[in-house]
Nanobody, 127 residues
Framework: QVQLVESGGGLVQTGGSLRLSCVASVRTFRLYALGWFRQAPGKEREFVAA????????DYADSVKGRFTISRDNAKNTVYLQMNSLKPEDTAVYYC????????????????????WGQGAQVTVSS
């Protein structure tokens, strides 16, 4: 019922930047908390960032704090992940996720908290 489509991935050198976008096909986008997760080859899926419905709350993994910024535009049904100062260890498939919630504060790191997932966008950082 809710479809999420990521875009903006690609290949960059260490220290470069990328911005991922995720568009949701749902009218009540404002009622969905959003998150970004990633999975590197041979690794488990890990939390990257999350944002509440009103963007009042955000949360970041320690590994990306200070380098990545999550934001949302409810008028465009889009969540973004701005990635700066990229490192080779950031190489992964990045997934956006959404959770319907009446809470204006929720921005959780648990993958099980999210109901809908995008198809993933490849980000490769070369050294």
């Amino acid at each position: 019922q809710v479809q999420l489509v990521e875009s903006g991935g690609g290949l960059v050198q260490t220290g470069g930047s990328l911005r991922l976008s995720c568009v949701a096909s749902v009218r009540t986008f404002r009622l969905y908390a959003l998150g970004w997760f990633r999975q590197a080859p041979g690794k488990e899926r890990e939390f990257v960032a999350a944002i509440s419905t009103t963007a009042a709350n955000t949360d970041y993994a320690d590994s990306v704090k200070g380098r990545f910024t999550i934001s949302r535009d409810n008028a465009k049904n889009t969540v973004y992940l701005q990635m700066n100062s990229l490192k080779p260890e950031d190489t992964a498939v990045y997934y956006c996720a959404a959770r319907f919630t009446m809470s204006t504060m929720f921005a959780g790191p648990g993958a099980a908290d999210y109901n809908y997932w995008g198809q993933g966008a490849q980000v490769t950082v070369s050294s």
